[in-house]
């Protein structure tokens, strides 16, 4: 695990008294999070043993969770067996973890904290290891499209390829989800802290403001519906969510529709059968026009032309460029 100044969820160190091994000789059948302590050692089941518990007691520990990177995190690997020990603890890591914490009869948080060390053999250095200088913590700012400032500027510095202009736009937003797969993170496409922690920690003492997301400006200051397809086009990428009708929230199909038609400074209602019911129908669609599917219609897209759209497909999809795929119930216009 690297140490440097700021490094927010690469554990924290906690220091045991000699007194604890009588606490926890007799501590109840719950703990506090991270502590390794078996929920079943009064049930009758399994049990954390003695050696175990008394391994545990005064020994300087760094804690360890789903996020962190580095050396320790390695010897955890090494240790539970089954693994690439590529120092990354993402899903594969956490899930031996939990295993391991379940075999050895200890409260399976996910977290390798003084008991789990003790299981796993100890934490490195033995007892005689010197106790680390805590980390200062700080609070994590998670950063999200359409967000701006110096956190996105070093977000993309650290992702690598990218113009470093502190916009939070559609490459930025790929780039993360690009990285966050190949280190095993949940891709949520976001900077959380888990992803600042994988990106080599969160910049402490940075302003975390955060930045409200940006009306874009229409392409060559053109507003109605001749804006319509550039200003769809910035938003390729976006992740698709029910009911989202913003870059920051995400959007579903007729969200897309609506916010693009509103920065063109043009109105239509927010769900597609509405918008259907609004527009005129037209038999000769041009770009900008919309795409409608059903009547009443349950989906529609931004009409580019040669039997293609722009459109928010499904969940588990992103804003994208696609063929219309199937003959539509109509097209609407406001021209």
């Not at 220091?15 to 009588?22: V, Y």
């Not at 929920?39 to 005064?58: D, E, L, P």
């Not at 916010?259 to 005129?280: C, D």
């Amino acid at each position: 695990m690297t140490s440097r100044k700021g490094l927010v969820l690469t554990g924290s160190v906690l220091s045991l008294p000699a007194t604890a091994a009588s606490l926890m000789a007799s501590a109840p059948a719950y703990a506090a999070p991270g502590s390794g302590h078996s929920t079943a050692a009064k049930s009758g089941g399994s049990h954390v043993s003695a050696s175990v518990r008394a391994a545990a007691v005064n020994q300087n520990v760094v804690y360890l969770s789903y996020g962190d990177t580095g050396s320790l995190v390695k010897v955890v690997q090494q240790r539970v067996g089954g693994l690439t020990t590529d120092g990354i603890w993402g899903p594969l890591t956490q899930a031996r973890v939990l295993a391991f914490q379940g075999s050895k009869g200890l409260t399976q948080d996910g977290i390798v904290g003084p008991l789990t060390w003790a299981a796993l053999g100890g934490f490195p250095g033995g007892s005689n290891t010197p106790t680390p200088t805590p980390t200062p913590s700080c609070s994590v700012s998670v950063l999200r499209y359409g967000a701006e400032g110096t956190l996105v500027q070093t977000a993309q510095q650290r992702l690598g390829g990218l113009t470093t202009d502190g916009v939070f736009g559609p490459l930025t937003l790929a780039a993360v989800k690009a990285f966050q797969y190949d280190k095993g993170i949940p891709v949520s496409g976001a900077v959380d802290a888990a992803t600042w922690s994988a990106l080599g920690g969160f910049p402490c003492g940075t302003s975390n403001n955060p930045v409200p997301t940006p009306n874009p400006t229409p392409v060559g200051n053109q507003t109605g519906i001749g804006a319509v397809v550039a200003i769809a086009k910035q938003y390729l990428g976006i992740p698709y969510v029910w009911g989202g009708s913003t870059p920051s929230q995400g959007f579903d199909c007729s969200g897309l529709t609506s916010y693009v038609y509103a920065q063109a400074g043009l109105y239509i209602p927010r769900t597609a059968s509405a918008q259907q019911a609004y527009m005129r129908s037209t038999n000769n669609p041009q770009p900008g026009d919309l795409v409608f599917f059903g009547y009443p219609a349950y989906h529609v897209g931004i009409y580019l032309g040669n039997n293609m759209m722009i459109a928010s497909p499904r969940p588990g999809q992103d804003v994208q460029i696609q063929t219309i795929w199937t003959t539509p119930s109509s097209y609407g216009t406001l021209r």
